[in-house]
């Protein structure tokens, strides 16, 4: 674990012993670094599911917990000795912040067997907040004895003051920094027993829009990611920034995954964003995918990554054009263990829809989750819905293969009610939804009974089965085509429609 940086009162008391202001920014000049360059390489990243209850739940992990189909930090593969190394190197040995501290070959391995306890204890169980950090002392004495650790928290004060070169008013500035950052975080480091000088870190990630429990979260989840230097927490984050990660999500992604302020940009950041590229997603969308799976950075590209692509190739079916469509509707599909009840998936929709193997590895290109719903509970229950109101095998197949969402559909909330209105208020046949699937799709309260309602009462329905092809275009095109009057005059109705109906709920309840 890198040696975090003194604290800011260490800062505060030897900055002023500086015979000028100016010394200061010298310092803090030095250390300035040029902003990490853009990507060269260029996702739409899909909302994962409608309905989790119709996902396989009994999935576990290699040691037996119970795993999310989404992206979770349970989700890990980092187990592998190989993983295990690589995030050794990022945490310990690569970062060369501290190359110029000389430290005896007995400081050294202390505090290595110290950061492979802690990172052991952060990953295992709960870390109360009585949790003794005196054991970390030898670090605390190498940092201080460490000329570039003072430079650096130097370069922080000087970028939060806003010093003229008068010693005075430096001198007042820093102490009023000292005094707000006590106040703020006080309460924090007795729950904690956090040292001050990571007080510059908690400053930094609030610009995120981190809170006193965020910061409590994250010192459950993985305590170390609270005790690095803030100079390289804002290296890693800017980088993401430069990536594209927009910067509402970074306080999310911190969230769900602490551990990304330990990862280099070298040998962590830039390998993951890099292999992104190379399966051909756009770098407008990187961004995109880390905020929607901020945990791939924790997984080994070469043991955990290729091999799931190539899976999904090999044994899936999937083509390689696919594979960035495929990871861009589902960036979870990289982060979940490879499981044989994939292909166990496929072979059950070729047997119970009797279609060839194309058709369902169209099903899955479209919709990648459908790689994890369960059999029981998601898949053979729609199915079996879509035969009751009267369709044949080919027909369902033409459905699903258009509307492979239809699997992740509610069928009491959402595919019933909509065949109900189908067949009762539109009067259509049920075998009018092979031609239009995306009907199924659709909302009923928000376009599908509006748009009819409005039309009757301008007595422009037409006469017989409602054409479904109104619901299809936007409401300008409706209003244009199908209304003949102005979108304005639409939508009030649409409101006025949705406030009675929720009237009449609220009535019978």
């Known amino acids: 674990m890198a040696i975090s940086s003194l604290s800011t009162a260490t800062l505060n008391r030897r900055s002023l012993s500086l015979p000028h202001a100016s010394s200061l920014h010298y310092l803090a000049a030095s250390l300035l670094q040029s902003p990490a360059p853009r990507l060269t390489c260029a996702t739409r990243v899909a909302s994962s599911h409608s309905n989790p209850k119709i996902l396989k739940s009994n999935r576990r992990s290699r040691h037996s917990h119970p795993l999310s189909p989404y992206d979770t930090d ?25 190359g110029d501290i000389e430290i005896s070959e007995t400081d050294r391995q202390r505090l290595k067997l110290k950061h492979e306890a802690l990172k052991g204890q952060g990953r295992t169980r709960h870390i109360g907040k009585n949790w003794d950090l005196e054991s970390s002392s030898p670090a605390r004495n190498l ?33 009023e920094a000292e005094s707000s ?9 007795d729950e904690l027993d956090l040292d001050e000088r990571y007080f510059p870190l908690l400053n930094y990630l609030s610009t995120f829009g981190l809170k006193e429990r ?6 459950e989840r993985h305590m170390p990611s609270l005790q690095i230097n803030v100079e390289s927490a804002e290296e890693r984050l800017e980088y ?10 970074i306080q999310k992604i911190i969230l769900r995954q602490p551990q990304i302020l330990q990862y280099t940009v070298e040998n962590n950041l830039k390998a993951h964003v890099a292999f992104l590229c190379s399966l051909g997603i756009p770098s407008s969308r990187i961004g995109q995918i880390i905020a929607a799976t901020p945990s791939l950075f924790s997984y080994s590209v070469e043991n955990s990554l290729k091999p799931t692509v190539k899976y999904l190739k090999d044994e899936i079916g999937i083509q390689e054009k696919d594979i960035s469509k495929v990871v861009q509707l589902s960036p979870q599909i990289l982060v979940q263990r490879i499981d044989n009840t994939w292909k166990t998936r496929l072979d059950f929709l070729m047997k119970e829809l009797d279609a060839p193997r194309q058709s369902i590895v169209k099903m899955v290109t479209k919709h990648p989750q459908l790689l994890h719903y369960s059999i029981e509970d998601g898949l053979l229950p729609r199915i079996n819905f879509l035969r009751s109101i009267g369709m044949q095998n080919s027909e369902i197949l033409k459905v699903l293969t258009s509307l492979t969402q239809v699997f992740s559909l509610s069928l009491e909330a959402n595919l019933k009610p909509k065949y109900k209105y189908l067949v009762n208020e539109l009067q259509n046949e049920v075998h009018s939804l092979t031609k239009y699937p995306t009907y199924l799709s659709l909302s009923l309260d928000q376009r599908i009974r509006p748009r009819h309602r ?4 301008l007595k422009k329905a037409p006469k017989g089965p409602f054409p479904l092809s109104s619901f299809v275009p936007t409401d300008e095109s409706f209003c244009r085509q199908w209304a003949g009057t102005s979108l304005d005059k639409y939508l009030d109705f649409r409101q006025r429609l949705l406030l009675k109906d929720l009237a009449k709920k609220y009535e019978r309840q």
């Open 214 to 219: 965020h910061f409590l979260q994250m010192y």
């Open 240 to 249: 993401l920034l430069s990536i594209g990660v927009k910067h509402r999500d």
């Open 74 to 98: 349970g989700d890990a593969r980092a187990a592998d000795s190989d993983e295990l190394q690589d995030e050794e190197e990022d945490n310990w040995s690569s970062d060369d912040e501290f």
């Open 181 to 189: 950052s006590k106040n703020r975080f006080g309460h924090l480091s």
């Open 454 to 457: 409005f039309l009757v009462s």
């Open 143 to 175: 940092a201080k004895r460490s000329r570039k650790s003072v430079a650096r928290n130097v370069k922080y004060t000087m970028e939060k003051i806003d010093g003229d070169g008068d010693s005075s008013t430096l001198n007042s500035k820093v102490k």
